[in-house]
């Protein structure tokens, strides 16, 4: 089979992790690396032995690429986005997809009219406790579910060390979304309205300004209320360098709860329960299954669609903060 080339925007630490893969795949031709930074990109240019380049437009013109991974910062999503559907390449887009649902609606119509294939990385869905948990709420082990609660959160001090574009995201924007989408697809819902609060004042004295914690109260369509919380000010001694990760979900029946730090999940029904371990490397297989829905014309595993849910879900987690009132999405 004919290779695929890759070409990908942006070169931090995820941008690592997307060339790492590629180059590891015998269906990929590695072709080039862009960022702004002359630095970055030769420098995972050099390291995964592909060109690199500081003009964007070298990716679009390269017809060598039919695939462009878009790993720019939260806020840069967007043009990257419609510039690489208008030269005919296929796309995989770090989350949040973008940061409006006007956006969002946008990257879908020039997906639309390129006829070419969009996946948005909520790579979270990968994670095999995870999928064991959706799969559990599924087959009905712990009955309907009635509530639950999602907390992502990053220490402070990982978010001193790498957060340079803070200002322009948030914990609501860089993590929030993650655990919307994995709440709307382990539970198979959609959010119907929400209530959120913010607290700022630790980050902003150390100059990132940003909020500190978000934390917000949704109701599902199907009745269950789930609460998020999400934060970029976890002490720095604690337990795990970068984050803090754990969920539940409370059915009528029984219960789940996974506790990513500890790498195990633990389900529990009248009947039911077992453990499971969780992969130490995770953020490959998305990408993987992502080069498959093109070589094979498949569908995207995480549609645009899906994608814009979660954004459009933040959206009204940000204004709900500023307006201290409930928000209805639609």
Sequence with gaps: MEKLGVGIVGAGIYGEVHARTYAKDPRIELVRVWSRSEARAKKVGEKFGCDWTTCFEDLLRDKRIQILSIVTPDHAHTK????AFKAGKHVLLEKPMAKTTAECKAILAARDRSGRKLMVNYHNRWYPPFIAARD????????K???GNFVLSNTISWVEGNMTWAE?????????????DLACWMLNDRPREVYAMAVEGQLRSKGFKTRD???ATMKMKQGAIVHFESSWVVSRNWRNPVNDMWLSAQGETGRIDVTADYENITIT???YQTPFVL???TE???IIDFISCVAEDKPAPVTGEEGMLATKAIEAVVESCRKNKVVKIS
């Design 145 to 147: 579910p009635l509530c």
């Design 136 to 143: 559990a709420i599924a087959s009905g082990k712990i009955g």
């Design 284 to 286: 490959e297989p998305p």
């Design 279 to 281: 992969l130490n490397v």
């Design 168 to 180: 322009h995201s948030g914990p609501e924007w860089f993590l929030m979304c993650h655990i919307v």
């Design 213 to 215: 914690l978000v934390k």
């Design 269 to 271: 029904s009248d009947k």
């Design 80 to 83: 990257y986005a419609l510039a």
